[in-house]
């Protein structure tokens, strides 16, 4: 695979799983023993589990929208760099929905063999995410 088609690929699922949640492309783009390095309540270790992970987001933040800030491919590596938004009215990582919208960057690492994504390094902001919906206070200096 070229650096391109890998981007395309990696395109393809944050228009089509991220963003219109068409989480039937999950089973196309990802390898079934698919593994996700982030700090989250919840392991991602299969294609299987990644459906859940992204069908927990978007229930949380049925808005939920992703941009792509910067897509850029090197070797079987593919980075994304994205700011996503969303409003929290479903229950998110065990807590009540708060009715408050969020926005959040990161970055999200993903490595390619035979045309389909193997494995992801994923960092987002998760605290300014729980202090944007007020679970955790925000800190100010002085």
């Known amino acids: 695979m070229s650096t391109e088609q890998n981007k395309s690929i990696a395109h393809r699922w944050i228009e089509e799983g991220w963003n219109k949640g068409n989480l ?3 089973d196309q783009i990802y390898a079934p ?3 996700q390095h982030e700090p989250s309540p919840v392991p991602v270790t ?3 589990a990644l459906k859940h992970y992204v069908a927990g987001y978007r229930s949380a933040f049925p ?3 992703f941009t792509i800030d910067d897509l850029i491919a090197e070797g079987d ?3 994304w760099r ?3 938004t969303g409003t929290n009215s479903g229950s998110f990582w065990g807590m009540p929905p708060t009715g408050k919208p969020g926005v959040v960057t990161g970055v999200v690492i993903y490595r390619f063999e035979n045309s389909q994504i193997v494995e992801a390094w994923v960092n987002i902001d998760a605290l300014g995410l729980m202090q944007q919906l007020g679970v955790i206070p925000t800190l100010t200096l002085g």
């Open 33 to 35: 023993n698919y593994v």
């Open 24 to 26: 039937a492309v999950v």
């Open 46 to 48: 299969s294609s299987e």
């Open 82 to 84: 994205f700011t996503s």
């Open 63 to 65: 808005d939920l929208r």
């Open 77 to 79: 590596k593919v980075v």
